[in-house]
C-alpha cells in the first residue's frame, strides 16, 4: 500500500472550515483519481486527471475542488461542506486514464466527516 | 450506460469451503472486468482482471474469475476459503472503447472457521 498515500487519514471539520486532502502516488502512474466512498453505495468517481490535465469531473459540486500540480501529487480542497459529504475519500492511480486495460491502484483513504 | 450487479450485499462461507462471489454487468460492447479488495481501514487493492483470451482469469491470494459473455457475469471464486478473505469484494467493469470503470456496491464476504 505504499504505492499510493493519502493524508490526512481521518478529518473531522465544520461546515464553515477548509480543508485539503493529499495524495501522492510512487508509481510513475501518469493517471490520478478522486472517489468518494459512502456506505452501501457503490464508489462514485469524482474527478479524473492524466498528465495533471483534469480529464473528467463527474457534476461534482463547486465546494470540492481538485489540484494536480504533477503527476505525482493530487489534492482536494474542501471548504463549505455539508453532512452528506462525510465519507472515505478514495485516491488512486493508473499508468493511463484512456488505456482502459489498466488497473487502478488506491491509497488507504480519507475518512471524512462533516459536522 | 454501463453497469455492474453484485446481487448478494453478504457471502457467509465456513473456511476450508469454496466461495464464489457474484458479479453481473452491463456494457455496450466488449469490456474489461476487475475485482478489487477492501480489508477493514484500507484502500481498494487490484485482485485479477479480464481482459481478453482464457474465460478463466487466475490472480492474487489464490482467487480466480471466470467471464462469461452469454450469462454477462464476471464471478469470483476461491478453490478453498481463508479466515483472512473475509472483506469487501467489489466488481468493476470498462468498455474496451469507454472511458469510465464503473463500480458494483460491493459483497461482504465472511469466512468462519
Known amino acids: 500500500e505504499t504505492g499510493v498515500t493519502q493524508t490526512p487519514r481521518h478529518l473531522v471539520m465544520g461546515m464553515t472550515n477548509k480543508k485539503s486532502l493529499k495524495c501522492e502516488q510512487h508509481?510513475?502512474?501518469?493517471?490520478m483519481y478522486w472517489y468518494k466512498q459512502s456506505a452501501k453505495k457503490p464508489l462514485e468517481l469524482m474527478f479524473v486527471?492524466?498528465?495533471?490535465?483534469?480529464?473528467e469531473n463527474n457534476s461534482v459540486p463547486s465546494r470540492f475542488s481538485p489540484e494536480c500540480p504533477n503527476s505525482s501529487h493530487l489534492f482536494l480542497h474542501l471548504h463549505t461542506l455539508q453532512p452528506e459529504d462525510s465519507a472515505l475519500y478514495l485516491c488512486a492511480s493508473s499508468r493511463s486514464s484512456t488505456a482502459n486495460s489498466y488497473e487502478q491502484y488506491f491509497g488507504p483513504g480519507t475518512r471524512l466527516t462533516v459536522t | 450506460a454501463q453497469s455492474v450487479a453484485q446481487p448478494e450485499d453478504q457471502v457467509n462461507v465456513a473456511e476450508g469451503n469454496p466461495l464464489t462471489v457474484k458479479c453481473t454487468y452491463s456494457v455496450s460492447g466488449n469490456p474489461y472486468l476487475f475485482w478489487y479488495v477492501q480489508y477493514p481501514n484500507r484502500g481498494l487493492q487490484f485482485l485479477l482482471k479480464y481482459i481478453t483470451g482464457d474465460n478463466l482469469v487466475k490472480g492474487s491470494y489464490g482467487f480466480e474469475a471466470e467471464f462469461n459473455k452469454s450469462q454477462t457475469s464476471f464471478h469470483l471464486k476461491k478453490p478453498s476459503a481463508l479466515v483472512s478473505d473475509s472483506a469487501l469484494y467489489f466488481c468493476a467493469v470498462r468498455p474496451v472503447d469507454g472511458n469510465k470503470l464503473v463500480f458494483g456496491a460491493g459483497t461482504i464476504l465472511r469466512v468462519k472457521s
Open positions: 486527471y492524466s498528465l495533471e490535465e483534469r480529464v
Open positions: 508509481l510513475g502512474h501518469n493517471a
